[in-house]
């Protein structure tokens, strides 16, 4: 079966410290989004891309968070400065637009002490 | 912004029983996708339902699109069917979709 591959499946950093998360999605998808669970808010939409190009990341707080795809078997999330607010599982997913719905990713869990 | 309200918010079970698991949204959609997250927490796909029927095992969901809502049936539950069940819908025509908060089953043994 196809999967959607994240890396690292867990991390533990301290505040300041920058973190990468990475994401390979299922070849042939268009559509990569990017999720942070934590218990109190739930699976927030943080970013998201088609084609490899940014559409929104309005969830995404821009002064630490960043997100990129540098290339269509890629896609990074970073955090720098981390802080222990951003400790939460990151998932990311990915789909073809309007066919057969989305495959998440195992997720990333992030630890910031 | 389109919302989703899932319910109940939690349910207790005994193996064997069925369960039906609601989801409402307040505007109209064009997909929908019903999801468990296990208690490892991978979430996994059930169903990618527009509209209409699909059953795969014991579970089947059917969406009613035009009222709004979806429901997804559990016969004779397992403990391995524990976990949360989320729908999922987009937000916009750019497939931005968004989450419920889920309804957490727990299938006692």
């Known amino acids: 079966d196809a999967r959607v591959t994240q890396t690292p499946r867990h991390k533990v950093t301290e505040m300041g410290q920058e973190v990468t998360m990475r994401c390979q999605p299922i070849?042939?998808?268009?559509?990569v989004f990017w999720y942070r669970q934590t218990m109190m808010q739930g699976l927030e939409l943080l970013a998201y891309?088609?084609?490899?190009?940014?559409?929104?990341d309005s969830g995404m707080p821009k002064d630490r968070f960043s997100a990129e795809m540098p290339d269509a078997t890629l896609a990074t999330l970073k955090i720098q400065p981390s802080e222990p607010r951003d400790s939460a599982v990151y998932f990311c997913?990915?789909?073809?637009?309007?066919?057969?719905?989305?495959?998440f990713g195992s997720g990333t869990r992030l630890t910031v002490v | 912004g389109i919302q989703v309200e899932q319910s109940p918010p939690d349910l207790i079970l005994q193996e064997g029983a069925n369960s039906t698991l609601r989801c409402n949204f307040s505007?109209?959609?064009?997909?929908l996708q019903w999801f468990h997250q296990n208690p490892w927490g991978q979430l996994i796909n059930l169903f990618y339902?527009?509209?209409g029927t699909k059953q795969n095992g014991r579970l089947s969901a059917t969406t009613v699109a035009t009222e709004r809502y979806s429901l997804l049936y559990i016969s004779s539950s397992q403990t391995t069917d524990s976990g949360v069940y989320f729908c999922?819908?987009?937000?916009?025509?750019?497939?931005?979709?968004?989450f419920g908060k889920g309804t957490r089953l727990h299938i006692l043994p």
């Open positions: 997913a990915s789909g073809q637009q309007g066919r057969y719905g989305y495959t």
């Open positions: 070849l042939g998808h268009n559509t």
């Open positions: 891309f088609r084609n490899r190009a940014p559409l929104d």
């Open positions: 505007d109209s959609v064009n997909n």
């Open positions: 339902i527009p509209s």
């Open positions: 999922a819908v987009p937000m916009n025509r750019d497939d931005k979709i968004i």
